[in-house]
């Protein structure tokens, strides 16, 4: 059983339409965010710890908004941000980073999936993450590293910062808008087309049906 580790809701309806094949079920698990600048590190260090909590295969999913004009914030901190300040107030400060009204803010949206099974596995064409990084982290952190290989798949949608519309989807959806469509405004299979997480689900999909 390949378990899909969120405790986001949202997360799970969309990973549905890749994964629901009755071997796929949601783990409920907050494994610890170390700090990085980038969302690999994060999610392979997530996926470690799942694995090593479920003793089963685990796909972790990390994402972020990462803002052009502000330097990519919130980027890995885009959870505890929208905690604190709420996305209406992202959106004022990318307004205010970026060009106005006239020009909204760019933006992109990532995802990252780390998948973790206790074996190895080729490279190409994802990365893998032997482990350095988290050995580094471990360092920061105190805490012991190992070497669990993690197989990576990355998706990215780029789009721009605007006043919040629509009412589907969830996190940052109303604020994103894509193609002059926000993702709140889109349907589940309209936002899976051209999403971040789509777009890294369908490269796991791909890999997943060969293993
Ligand atoms: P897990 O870590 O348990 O999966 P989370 O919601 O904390 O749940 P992330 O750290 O990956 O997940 O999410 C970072 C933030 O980005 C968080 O505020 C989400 O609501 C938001 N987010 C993630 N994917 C999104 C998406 O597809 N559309 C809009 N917001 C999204």
């Known amino acids: 059983m390949l378990r899909y580790v969120t405790t986001n809701a949202g997360k799970v309806r969309e990973a549905r339409e890749y994964l629901d094949d009755g071997s796929v079920a949601q783990l409920d698990f907050d494994y610890a965010e170390i ?29 972020g908004l990462f803002v052009d004009d502000l330097d990519g914030f919130p980027g890995p901190y885009s959870s505890y941000v929208e905690e604190t300040l709420g996305i209406e107030r992202v959106g004022e400060l990318a307004r205010d980073a970026g060009g106005g009204d006239d020009a909204p803010a760019r933006a992109a949206f990532r995802c990252v999936l780390a998948y973790c099974d206790g074996d190895p596995f080729d490279t190409s064409p994802d990365p893998v993450d032997r482990g350095d990084r988290a050995a580094a982290a471990a360092a920061d952190d105190g805490g012991d590293a190992d070497d669990l290989p993690v197989k990576l798949f990355e998706g990215v949608v780029r789009g721009r910062i605007v006043d919040p519309r629509g009412d589907g989807g969830f996190g940052y959806d109303p604020i994103f808008e894509h193609d002059g469509t926000t993702l709140a405004e889109m349907s589940a299979a309209e936002k899976n087309a051209i999403s971040h997480r789509g777009r890294a689900l369908a490269k796991f999909a791909e890999w997943y049906a060969t293993r």
Do not use: M, N, S
């Not at 980038?38 to 990390?62: F, K, S």
């Open 35 to 63: 700090q990085a600048p980038t969302l690999d590190p994060i999610a392979a260090h997530g996926a470690r710890e799942a694995y090593r909590h479920a003793d089963e295969p685990v796909l972790v999913d990390d994402a």
